[in-house]
């Protein structure tokens, strides 16, 4: 479905929004500072929407490693304390968005998404409802039903599934690196950046998988997009541990962060 306005799927990274490998911890003052650029943007761009998604960190996926680690298996017990602690992140960004003047709405994933078959299903009216509307919808990573089982459904996953759906031309993964390296920069001081790239030559790149992210790290959030075939999205990797670089990359500016072409 073509939707009548421009819109951008933005994916606030776990690693940007807590610390990471600090159960429970929210980053404060990265969360006011990208509040308040997603407000000035869409104050100055008053016809363009934003679909916000943001990471599990240090909520979503210790908990899910708690469980993985005791029960070995994402259990019912292990479902309601992790989407409870999913959306006690949730409700504290929420806050921060809209005391920076955005009209955000939450949409918790675990009632919207689920799998079928091992096929992923949803359920998007109401969230184009509340877009048509006017809101900021907000959806997270998340625990979600799957056939008998129950498993994680990652914020990069909706990310796409929600371009795909709504025909979204660009995605902005705001991250705790500057972009895209021909190799993790975290683990090789030599690693390189890279400035553009097109989707075919991602496999020429190596990722390394991180131990506080049960969802796969960087090559999850870029390879998911060829899993579901998207075409003519253009992806925007950024460091927003950086103060401004998320305003930056929203306007267009070109000095910040990797474009990968899909
Ligand atoms: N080739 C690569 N280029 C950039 N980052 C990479 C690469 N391979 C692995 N990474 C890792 O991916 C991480 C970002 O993914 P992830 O930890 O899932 O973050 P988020 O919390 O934003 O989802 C970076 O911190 C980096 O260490
Ligand atoms: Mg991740």
């Known amino acids: 479905m073509k939707l009548s306005y421009a819109c951008r799927v933005i994916k606030l990274g776990g690693s940007v929004v807590t610390v990471k490998d600090k159960p429970m911890s929210v980053r404060h003052d990265i969360i006011k500072y990208l509040s308040s650029e997603l407000a000035s943007f869409l104050n100055e761009h008053p016809n363009v929407r934003l679909l916000l998604i943001h990471g599990g960190g240090s909520f979503g996926h210790f908990s899910i490693k708690k469980c993985l680690s005791s029960v070995g298996a994402i ?41 079928e078959g091992g096929k992923l299903k949803y359920e998007l009216g109401l969230l184009k ?14 625990v979600i039903i799957s056939d008998n089982v129950f498993e994680v459904l990652s914020g990069d996953t909706i990310a796409w599934v929600l371009a795909k759906e709504l025909d979204v031309n660009e995605i902005v993964f705001v991250t705790d690196v500057d972009g895209l390296f021909d190799k993790d920069p975290k683990v090789h001081s030599d690693a390189k950046f890279i400035e553009t790239l097109r989707a075919e030559e991602l496999k020429d790149l190596k990722f390394s998988t991180s131990d506080y992210d049960v969802t796969g790290s960087m090559m999850l959030k870029l390879t998911e997009g060829l899993k579901y075939g998207v075409k003519d999205v253009r992806v925007r990797i950024v460091n927003g541990l950086v103060k401004g670089n998320v305003y930056k990359v929203l306007v267009g500016s070109s000095t910040v962060g990797t474009v990968v072409e899909y």
């Open 75 to 115: 259990d019912v017990k292990c479902f309601s304390h992790t989407s409870y602690m999913m959306m006690l992140l949730n409700t504290y960004l929420v806050n921060e968005l809209i005391e920076a003047g955005l009209t955000p709405v939450s949409i918790p994933p675990h009632t919207i998404f689920w799998k």
């Open 129 to 142: 409802e509340y877009l048509a509307k006017g809101f900021t919808p907000v959806l997270y990573g998340d």
